[in-house]
């Protein structure tokens, strides 16, 4: 099998690397490919910097309007080749083929409101801030900009900023999973075809020595990271002692709640597909399930759609749920569910030891469900990342709010009710960057920055939208004197 190739300076080459890690199809166990990783990846990445770097100094003077014609020829090509990276999503992440082209569909909305750039990119003028002096801002790119991705959204991820940086004049460079590299190198053929200057975009592959190399780099001027918390931390952390601008996304643990007035069969269902689409492996997804009044209609509701759900191969007809991305993580998984039966919950539904047939070797678990776990426990505050809900009963909405603003994550939190002023309490109280009123998924769309709170993101502006560009451009402010005497006469 061979080995992936990095794409730098607008070519296909081989990493200096000769350490690889496999890309594993997680429902069928089968070797997909052999990705380059280990420390020496880090000369790639310098050398990606170095092309990437000449590259931004012919962009950054390439007019606004020129540089977004790219983008309309790349919503095209993604649309085109919708079917074929769809696939390579459900073969590398192992999420539903419906489930990987909504994933899709997102990453290609990303671009079309990038492609707002020359609208999005202007700034302020004001005339007369003295006697006779006038002030205005521009906006200018950062240079070098970067872009470290996890495994559970190998297309969409990307475009929270790709699309962004180049508009806004900067070069970048992409670091996919490890786990999950084949989508973005097909995608890298597309962008191939776009005539960008070569080293504009570039594709590095490795773990943390590419990651480390981007963090040092001192031509790297912005990190745009998103994966688990600890990693989100360690990455802030040190890309900002060197001076970079970073953002970083990192874990969750969702609370939903059910108040006593939300309607029983559209709540179970739009619930069931928060906790178990893409098998748990989800940031938004719901994690913590709080009915308000123990309400057994809700409990029996949730029982019977989770267990409903049909697990398998994602490229199947029929599939509701594949498996979870790896070996090790079927383990975590499972003995997180065996943690907090041990803490004192007791288990409606149990996944665990699932297997599908003709997928023996899968990494399926299917839909679990454990009730009443501790408060004080261990599991109420940790990020399962898998098909499993944590239902609680709490007596009132007070309760469900105290609880949640103690959660130590905040990327979303959601409350199904028919009470408007229950809706907009909730909306105001509780403390996540992303916030569901009936809706399971609370994904903000490409024109709305990808929010989040507390230890779900270090930084200050996010992904996507307006957030985007001002996180890719720096700003410049000028106050300029024209002394009328100096005007001369015609
Ligand atoms: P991860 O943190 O293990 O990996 C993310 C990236 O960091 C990968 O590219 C990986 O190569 C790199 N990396 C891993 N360990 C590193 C280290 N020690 N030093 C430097 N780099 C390292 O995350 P994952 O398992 O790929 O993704 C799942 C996590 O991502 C979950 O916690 C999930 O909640 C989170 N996530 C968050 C959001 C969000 O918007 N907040 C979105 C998607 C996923």
Redesign the pocket.
Known sequence: MSVLKNYINGSWVSSVSTETVDVINPATAELLAKVPYGNATAKDLNDAVAAAQDAYLQWKNVPVLKRIQPLFKLKQLLEDNQEEISKLITMECGKTLAESSGELQRAIENVEVAAGAPILMQSEFLENVAGGIDEFMIRQPLGVTSC??????PAM?SFWFLPYAIACGNSMIV?????VPLTMMKIFELLHQLDLPKGLVNMVH???G???AILDNPDVKSVS????????K??YARGTANGKRVQA????KNPVVILPDADIEMTSQIIADSVYGCAG????AASVVITVEKNDKFRDSLYETAKARAVGYGLNKGTEMGPV?SKESKSRVESLIAEGVKEGGSLLLDGRDSKVNGFENGNFIKPTIIENIPLDGELIKT?I?GPVMSLLHMKTIDEAIAFINRNKYG?MACMFTSSGSSARRFRNEAMAGNIGINIGVAAPMAQFP?S?WKE??FGDLH?QGRHAVEFFTQTKVVVERWPKEWSRKF
């Open positions: 470290i991705a996890p495994f559970n959204f991820i670091k996919p999973s490890e786990k490795g773990g943390k590419t990651v480390d990271f998103v994966g688990s918390t600890p990693v989100a360690y990455i996304q990192g874990g969750a492996q989800r940031c938004l991305i990020e990342f990327n990808f989040g779900s993101f992904g």
